[in-house]
C-alpha cells in the first residue's frame, strides 16, 4: 500500500486522474471499475479533459460500475448507475457494450450477481479497482462484517450508509440493500485504488490504514495490497502519524 496526499481535492483528483491515463496509455483495453459519489467526481472532469485534449483513448476499454443501490438503475434519481453515466460514460460517449452495471432491479440478485463476476471474467482481471470509503469504513456497499473472500453480493445496508446516501436523493428515499462487486474482487485488482477527500474522513482513514486489519473495518483491507494506492488530500490525511 502507497499512501499519497495532496494539498487539497483538486490535486488529489488530478493524481488519481493521471493514474488512470497512465493505465490506459499503457493497456488500451484496460478493465475499469469506477465508484459514484463525491470523491471522484473531480477526477471524472480531469479524464474528460485529458481525453478532449488527446491525451488519452477510453474507446477501447471496458468499465464495470463498482455497486448499487437495490432496486434502482440508470432511470432513477440518485442511482450509482445515473450518477457515472451523467459524469463519464455519456459526456465520454463511451460504447454501451463496454460497460457492465448491476442490474439492481432484478427480480433475480443473485443472477445479476453472476453476470457482473462474468463480466469482469471475460474482461478482466481488473486492471483499476477504484473505491471511496464510507464513514463507517465500507467500500462500496461492502458493509463493516463483509467476508474479504467474496466476490460480487449484495447484503443489507448499515443504517450510517441509509443516512448519509440521503444527500444523493432530492427527497426522503428508502434504502434497504445495495449490490456491490466484492473485497476479493480488490484483492485481485492489479491496482487497487482509495480515493477519499475532506477532513470528515480523517478518523475512519485513520482507524482503516494504521489499525487492525478486521472485516469489522473493510477499508482495512487496504494494509494487505502491496499494489494498492491510497490517494488522500490534506484533510483526509490529517489524522494519520498522530
Known amino acids: 500500500m502507497t499512501i499519497l496526499k495532496y494539498k487539497n481535492y483538486d490535486e488529489m483528483s488530478r493524481a488519481a486522474a493521471d493514474r488512470v491515463v ?24 480531469c479524464l474528460i479533459a485529458d481525453s478532449k485534449a488527446g491525451k488519452v483513448d477510453f474507446s477501447q476499454c471496458y468499465f464495470v460500475g463498482l455497486d448499487e443501490w437495490v432496486g434502482m438503475g440508470k432511470d432513477d434519481d ?3 448507475t445515473r450518477f457515472l453515466y451523467e459524469h463519464f460514460f455519456t459526456p465520454m460517449q463511451i460504447n454501451p457494450d463496454h460497460v457492465r452495471f448491476f442490474d439492481a432491479k ?10 457482473m463476476d462474468d463480466f469482469v471474467k471475460l474482461h ?3 486492471d483499476i479497482m477504484i473505491v ?11 458493509e463493516p462484517g463483509t467476508d474479504f473472500n467474496l466476490y460480487a453480493h449484495y447484503a443489507p445496508l448499515a443504517q450510517v450508509t441509509v443516512q448519509v446516501g440521503q444527500k444523493y436523493f432530492k427527497q426522503q428515499t428508502v434504502l434497504t440493500r445495495g449490490i456491490t462487486l466484492g473485497l476479493k474482487h480488490l484483492q485481485e485488482a492489479k491496482i487497487p485504488m482509495l480515493i477519499a477527500a475532506g477532513s470528515k474522513k480523517a478518523a475512519i482513514i485513520k482507524h482503516a490504514l494504521e489499525g487492525e ?4 473495518l473493510p477499508a482495512s483491507i487496504f494494509q494487505t495490497l502491496p499494489s494498492a494506492y491510497v490517494i488522500l ?3 483526509a490525511a490529517s489524522g494519520l502519524g498522530q
Open 22 to 45: 497512465a493505465q490506459v496509455n499503457t493497456k488500451p483495453e484496460s478493465l475499469i471499475c469506477f465508484p459514484s459519489g463525491e470523491s471522484p467526481a473531480g477526477m471524472f472532469k
Open 78 to 80: 440518485g442511482s450509482c
Open 106 to 115: 432484478a427480480a433475480d440478485l443473485d443472477a445479476a450477481c453472476r453476470a
Open 124 to 126: 478482466g482481471p481488473l
Open 132 to 142: 471511496g470509503i464510507g464513514m463507517n469504513g465500507h467500500i462500496g456497499l461492502n
Open 213 to 216: 486489519v478486521t472485516e469489522q
Open 233 to 235: 488530500d490534506e484533510g
